[in-house]
C-alpha cells in the first residue's frame, strides 16, 4: 500500500504563533515554511509515500512546497486545521477514489524518512490509525485505508479523540522524528536535539550566534555567527532586543539585513532556543 499525505499549512504570517516570544513574528514565519519544507521533503522520500498535498493558500509556501515536488490544493473552505484536511482529502479522493490518505502535521522539522516509513507501514494493517505527538496528549499522523473515512479531529487532546473514533493507537519505539512537532522554543530545541532538516538548519543559522564584542557606554558591538562571520550592531539594535547588558561569550538571538558588505545585525536578545 501506498498513501497520499495530506498536509495543512496556515498563511504563514498566521503560523507557529506561540514562536513569537522566541523567534519574532519575522523569523517565526520563515520558520514555519522551513518546518513545512523539511517535513515535505523528507516526506516525498518515503518508498510508501505516491504523494503529498498541501492544502495551504499561502503564495511564497505554494510556490517553495510545489518546487520540491507537493501538489498544492487552496484552502477553500478556511474554516481550520480539520476543514482543511478534509477538504484536501475529498480533493486526492477526487481524483483517485480508491487512495489511502494520512494526515501528517506541517511542523516536523526533525522528520526522517526511515522513521516515517515504519509508523507508515503500521498504519497499513488497518482502516484507521493514529500517532501520537510527543507530548502523548496530540496527533501528528492520521491515515484512513481505502474504503475508510479520515474523520480528523486535530487540536487539543486530540489523541483522546481519535481513540475514542476508533483509530488504532500506532504504538512503536524509534520514531521520535514523526512524533516532534514544534510549537514553542522547547519544542524547537527537543528538534534540534535530534536534528533538523537542511532548511530548519539554514534558517537558524541565520538566526542565532555568539556575542562577540560589546561597549556598555554605546550599547554597541559585535555578534559571531555559527559560521565564525562578525557582524556588527548598533544601539538600535540592541535596545530593541530589550537588554541591559550582554558579555562576549553570551549565545544570542538576532535578526540580520543587509547583504554583503552592508549585512548588519537589526535586532539582538538572549538566545531562548
Do not use: C
Not at 499549512?9 to 519575522?26: E, F, I, Q, Y
Not at 517535513?39 to 503529498?52: C, I, N, Q
Not at 535596545?239 to 538571538?253: I, K, S
Request: aromatic letters at 4%; hydrophobic letters at 45%; proline letters at 5%.
Amino acid at each position: 500500500m501506498t498513501w497520499t499525505l495530506v498536509v495543512p499549512l496556515k498563511p504563514l504570517s498566521r503560523a507557529k504563533t506561540r514562536l513569537s516570544d522566541a523567534a519574532g513574528d519575522g523569523p517565526r514565519a520563515s520558520l514555519a515554511l522551513a518546518f513545512a519544507q523539511d517535513t515535505v521533503g523528507a516526506a516525498l522520500a518515503s518508498r510508501w509515500v505516491r504523494e503529498v498535498t498541501v492544502v495551504t493558500d499561502d503564495p511564497l509556501a505554494g510556490r517553495e512546497l510545489s518546487a520540491l515536488g507537493a501538489r498544492i490544493v487552496p484552502d477553500s473552505p478556511g474554516r481550520g486545521l480539520n476543514a482543511a484536511l478534509a477538504y484536501g482529502v475529498r480533493a486526492v479522493r477526487g481524483e483517485r477514489p480508491g487512495a489511502a490518505v494520512a494526515a501528517m502535521n506541517a511542523d516536523l522539522p526533525a522528520l526522517r524518512t526511515a522513521e516515517l516509513d515504519l509508523v507508515l507501514e503500521a498504519a497499513s494493517g488497518f482502516p484507521r490509525a493514529f500517532l501520537a505527538d510527543a507530548a502523548g496528549v496530540g496527533t501528528t499522523l492520521l491515515s484512513a485505508a481505502a474504503g475508510a473515512e479520515l474523520a480528523p479531529a486535530f487540536g487539543g487532546p486530540s489523541r483522546a479523540r481519535h481513540r475514542a473514533s476508533g483509530a488504532r493507537e500506532i504504538e512503536l519505539a524509534g520514531v521520535d522524528s514523526v512524533r516532534r512537532d514544534v510549537d514553542t522554543a522547547g519544542d524547537l530545541r527537543a528538534a534540534m536535539a535530534l536534528g533538523v532538516g537542511v532548511h530548519t538548519r539554514a534558517r537558524l543559522a541565520d538566526m542565532q550566534g555568539t556575542a562577540y564584542t560589546y561597549d556598555p557606554e554605546t550599547r554597541a558591538g559585535s555578534v559571531l555567527l555559527d559560521d565564525g562571520t562578525p557582524l556588527p550592531f548598533d544601539t538600535a539594535a540592541f535596545d530593541a532586543g530589550g537588554l541591559r547588558m550582554l558579555r562576549p561569550g553570551q549565545r544570542v538571538r538576532i535578526e540580520v539585513a543587509g547583504e554583503g558588505e552592508q549585512r548588519r545585525v537589526v535586532f539582538v536578545t538572549l538566545q531562548t532556543f
